[in-house]
């Protein structure tokens, strides 16, 4: 059966099938996390490897180069990912203390980068001959992990790129990627879909309430649909109701938040704000539907400068979210900051009082 791709990438699908042999060595693709770019990039990968292609150029699902990619197993294709992204049987991090024995103070983390060594380690496999005559793809995903020591050595790669062989970076934030990267690759945008067709294919996978759902996650149907969880559920009523209380205590919510995923926490307090500040301009809220009346009363209360304000300063601490120094501090701080924002002394970067 040929290969498929969401309904919202139907016409880059087609556009980038018609110019298929002709595509670069190097590979941008670029847009809205949670839009299903990854798989995006995969299907084209084995559309590229595929022996026998359907009609409109996508891979044809049934012979043997689809049949390795179907087993995650073909011979011409790489894929980096950062270790905190595998699959968990595929980390090498050490077991925790539960079932070592030994102190937690020695596990490692899992790696949120893609390493220069992995990229190094790639060198084998450029210099092999391809097994087949689509020539070989490695995948970059996020890109934007690549740490400065890697993005230098894939880009010795890209300037002299290797015979037969492809390089496709897909990308949530290009901006943060080297220009030297940007520079040496073809971009593709990939859009994120309209709301109906998003909700539609949600309904598809049995999502009860996907505008909700949507509303989360900015119109991403694969980031809502990783939402059919109850813990991001209660998680998330437990923390919006705190920030909707008449009276708002940050320690004491800090202390009730402590176990959440810190970059799921300074999301939720990103789409509050960008929502009070939107209900303070435009009298409507956008990712926040079922707490609107909430939002419209603290944001009549509040100047909108001073709601941009605390807006930008949480944007600023996406950078750090995952490698905060003491994460307990770190939401300690965010939630002072909103506790001195609803008082209307917060100041960018400071707590007053």
């Known amino acids: 059966m040929p290969v498929t791709v969401y309904p919202w990438f139907q016409q880059p699908w087609q556009e980038v099938l018609e110019r298929k042999s002709t595509l670069p060595h190097a590979l941008l693709f670029r ?11 995969r299907k084209l990968a084995q559309s590229l490897a595929c022996e026998t292609p359907a009609a409109d150029r996508a891979a044809c699902g049934a012979c043997q180069s689809c049949r390795w990619f179907a087993a995650s197993s073909h011979p011409d294709y790489r894929e980096l990912q950062p270790e905190a992204l595998r699959p968990a049987e595929s980390q090498s991090g050490e077991l925790d203390s539960a079932e070592s024995g030994q102190p937690s103070a020695g596990k490692r983390k ?96 049995g999502i009860a309430n996907p505008a909700l759902s949507l509303a989360q996650t900015g119109n991403a149907p694969l980031a809502a649909l990783a ?88 944007v600023r601490q996406q950078r750090i979210v995952n490698h905060p120094l003491n994460a307990r501090l770190f939401v300690e701080q965010l939630l002072l900051w909103y506790a001195a924002l609803l008082r209307g002394e917060f100041v960018a970067g400071v707590y007053a009082g």
């Open 31 to 41: 847009g809205k996390e949670g839009i299903g770019k990854l798989d995006f990039v």
């Open 110 to 205: 899992p790696s949120k980068e893609i390493r220069v060594e992995e990229v190094r380690d790639l060198q084998d496999f450029i210099n092999l001959t391809a097994y087949r005559r689509g020539g070989k793809t490695i995948v970059f995903y996020p890109a934007e992990t690549l740490n400065p020591n890697a993005a230098n050595a894939l880009l010795k790669n890209l300037e002299e790129p290797p015979p037969s062989t492809r390089f496709m970076l897909v990308s949530h934030r290009p901006s943060y990627l080297p220009a030297t990267i940007i520079s040496r690759c073809q971009q593709i945008a990939l859009p994120t879909p309209q709301a109906a067709t998003a909700e539609q294919w949600l309904r598809e996978q």
């Open 227 to 314: 939402l059919d969880d109850g813990e991001f559920w209660t998680q998330r009523k437990a923390l919006l109701g705190s920030l909707a209380a008449p009276k708002f205590d940050a320690l004491a919510l800090a202390e009730q938040v402590r176990e959440f995923p810190v970059g799921r926490l300074l999301g939720w307090l990103q789409r509050w704000t960008y929502d009070l500040l939107s209900a303070k301009s435009v009298g409507r809220v956008r990712y926040n539907p079922d707490f609107e009346t909430a939002l419209s009363g603290i944001a009549g209360r509040l100047r909108a400068a001073d709601i941009a304000r605390y807006h930008r300063q949480l």
